[in-house]
């Protein structure tokens, strides 16, 4: 990559380009080699900065670390998110997002932030980095590196105005995945054959895509020659997945549950069979729980499944830990959605079920298709709605209700992401 004789870099790169890596040997380069410490007659290791936007995404940048300095770690603490070298040398970790002091009071050579894009908006812009993170290295004239992949076209955010906007000092690098020579080409095409054209765009190509004009996930793709289906007459199983609400309130989500029939005899696809959302108190939600069962159960003999109902999938946060924890104590059929899944945000899980939705792999029955029921003041198929309004880098996607939406990309992901969980 040329142009790193730059002070401010900003690497636009695709998935599985490599960023991490170069994080991590660019920490490792300067934290080992020797600066001159301003004001002071001392040469030692660099101090480097690292600013993720959350908490688990330093995690693997911390043990990379810890791997390959090895014999040269003085300390290192995960809780004080610090490490310090025999030679001086030391390396923070920050997460910025909740924090505008991230990085203040310090001094470092380098600062490296990663996934840039998904930092809160537009604070790390306005707030974060010009008062915080930027005078980290007045002194020292130290470098940063900020890397990401694009994540929509927001003037807010702070990745897309480092890379458009001249006046904020960044000089951009774009890297494609391809630019990977460890990417196999026909991976990368049967990538590019699979996914959503304007995902494959934005994920590997690593262009900003304008996502505020078509939603995401095409209506058309849950139909058959623009109608609905009918419910399989046999089936592999059948499973339901559960987005638990804590207050109730028309400015707060629902509680909803989608129904599924996997099919994987033949050509694997799944079918939206029936659907529900409700606004009642979390101390209700026991006793909402039967129906639910009662209803997999009806729809596991309707379909005919072989394995039948294997349970609800319920994410393991807030109310739903409380109702799985209940669940096992009660020999309830319920399991916990991976926290790894839990834990990425919802674009990132647009992202990951678009592909299958792209592809037709799940379909809508006439049932679900044409149930209407009253939520938050008005009568619709919520369900369709939620889905068919979706839009990726959505500035007021905190304001919508988005619990049914939830409960289908989880599902588009256990079914075919992770046929493990099933």
């Known amino acids: ?155 807010d955010n702070f990745f897309w105005a480092i890379c458009n906007d001249k006046s904020l000092g960044f000089f951009e690098h774009h890297a494609p995945t391809s630019s990977n020579p460890f990417v196999p080409p026909e991976e990368l095409e049967n990538e590019r054959l699979l996914c959503e054209p304007r995902v494959f765009r934005q994920e590997f190509l690593a262009e900003f895509v304008d996502w505020s004009t078509d939603a995401l996930f095409d209506i058309e793709k849950l139909l058959v020659e623009s109608l609905p289906v009918d419910y399989p007459p046999h089936c592999s199983a059948v499973f ?27 050509t694997q696809k799944l079918t939206i069979l029936d659907w529900d959302v409700v606004q009642i108190d979390g101390a209700l939600l026991e006793e909402f729980m039967p129906s639910v069962f009662s209803r997999l159960e009806a729809l596991s003999a309707e379909c005919r499944a072989i394995s039948g109902a294997v349970g609800v999938f319920i994410e393991d946060a807030s109310m739903g830990s409380i109702l799985l924890q209940k669940g096992t104590a009660a020999g309830w059929p319920v399991q916990a959605i991976e926290s790894t899944l839990t834990s990425k945000g919802k674009d990132e899980r647009g992202v990951m079920s678009s592909g299958y939705h792209y592809r037709g792999l799940a379909k809508m029955s006439r049932y679900a298709y044409e149930k209407t029921l009253p939520f938050k003041g008005a009568v619709a198929n919520h369900l369709f709605k939620q889905i068919s309004r979706f839009h990726l880098a959505d500035k007021n996607a905190h304001k919508r209700a988005d619990d049914l939406l939830d409960c289908y990309m989880y599902g588009l992901i256990l079914a075919f992401g992770n046929g493990d969980a099933l």
């Open 1 to 155: 990559m040329t142009g790193l004789q730059h002070r401010n870099n900003a690497v636009r790169c695709g998935r599985r380009w490599g960023k991490t890596a170069m994080l991590v040997n660019a920490a490792v380069t300067y934290s080992t080699a020797n600066f001159k410490r301003p004001g002071l007659d001392l040469m030692a290791g660099a101090r480097v900065g690292i600013f993720t936007a959350e908490y688990r995404q330093y995690q693997e940048i911390f043990d990379k670390l810890v791997e390959y300095l090895g014999p040269l770690i003085k300390t290192q603490s995960r809780s004080e998110k610090r490490i310090l070298l025999r030679n001086g040398g030391k390396i923070d970790f920050w997460v910025t997002n909740d924090n505008k002091l991230a990085g203040r009071g310090r001094e470092y050579e380098l600062v490296l932030i990663d996934e840039a894009a998904f930092t809160k908006s537009p604070e790390m812009l306005r707030e974060i980095w010009p008062k915080s993170i930027k005078p980290t290295l007045l002194t020292t004239k130290g470098r940063a590196m900020v890397f990401s992949t694009p994540d929509g076209v927001d003037e």
């Open 240 to 266: 339901a997945v559960m987005d638990t609400a804590v207050k109730g309130g028309t400015e707060h989500d629902g509680t909803a549950v989608v129904y599924f029939a996997l099919e994987s005899m033949g």
